[in-house]
């Protein structure tokens, strides 16, 4: 399905709800429509092998983690059958996997046969759908109508950090997310103690987890505006 879609832009830690996203996108998923937009500039895609993040946020901790890039093959029985997942366009450049269907699939047979370090995994970015490279937009439209796929995926670095607020200053974090997410995407950082502490937060970076509280988009953004410390696990495509 594809439809455009609003999603919500905002700064945690102010008291004004966030409002709608300047920019709109065409957005696909596979099993029910969900409003998507791109919020992000394209980035150049570039392939590698291990990456790892030193010390990224000077007040928590890192945790170091080689990045991943694979190629995988997945074959549906006919056009129009899910392939396994829901997928999060947020990103311009990559179609982000919120989460793995159950049941049989062709993501899970594929999983089934595949080693570990090569399964596909919910929060893995697809980069590239056969030689469809570029906009997410693009590469989703390739999934369309086609029953045999080569997917090339990429596992992004995960890590950890800590930040105390302090009275009166915001954290100065401008995220965007997916109503029915489970993640929050960084869209820019302003002034405010994310700078200000030298932690190194950037724009596309995706939060995963406030202080203990994930699953839900909107349940993080509140996390953020609400927790005296917030403990943030994120990863770097």
């Known amino acids: 399905a594809q439809r455009l879609g609003a999603r919500h832009a905002g700064t945690p830690g102010t008291s004004r709800p966030p409002g709608p996203a300047a920019m709109f996108g065409c957005c696909c998923t596979e099993e029910k429509e969900t409003d998507l937009v791109e919020v992000l500039p394209k980035v150049g895609l ?33 056009p129009g059958t899910p392939f396994g997942w829901t997928l999060d366009l947020l990103r311009a450049d990559a179609m982000y996997i919120n989460d793995l269907l159950t049941g049989e699939t062709p993501l899970q047979a594929y999983n089934a046969g595949a080693p570990p370090q090569l399964k596909i995994k919910a929060g893995d970015h697809i980069i590239a759908v056969d030689d469809q490279r570029g906009k997410s937009v693009d590469m989703c439209k390739a999934l369309d109508g086609k029953c045999k796929v080569q997917l090339h995926v990429r596992r992004p670095v995960r890590f950890k950090c800590t930040i105390a607020k302090q009275p009166g200053k915001d954290l100065g974090l401008q995220v965007n997310y997916d109503t029915k997410g489970s993640t929050i995407i960084v869209d820019g950082v302003k002034a405010g103690l994310v700078r200000e502490g030298g932690y190194d937060i950037q724009a596309g970076d995706r939060i995963h987890a406030v202080s203990g509280v994930q699953g839900q988009a909107q349940a993080l953004v509140e996390a953020l505006r609400q927790k005296e410390v917030v403990d943030l696990t994120l990863t770097r495509f």
């Not at 990224?56 to 694979?70: D, H, I, K, L, M």
């Open 46 to 78: 570039v392939s590698r092998d291990e990456a790892v993040l030193d010390d990224p946020c000077s007040g928590g901790v890192t945790v170091q983690n080689p990045a991943v890039e694979f190629v995988a093959t997945l074959e549906r029985a006919a």
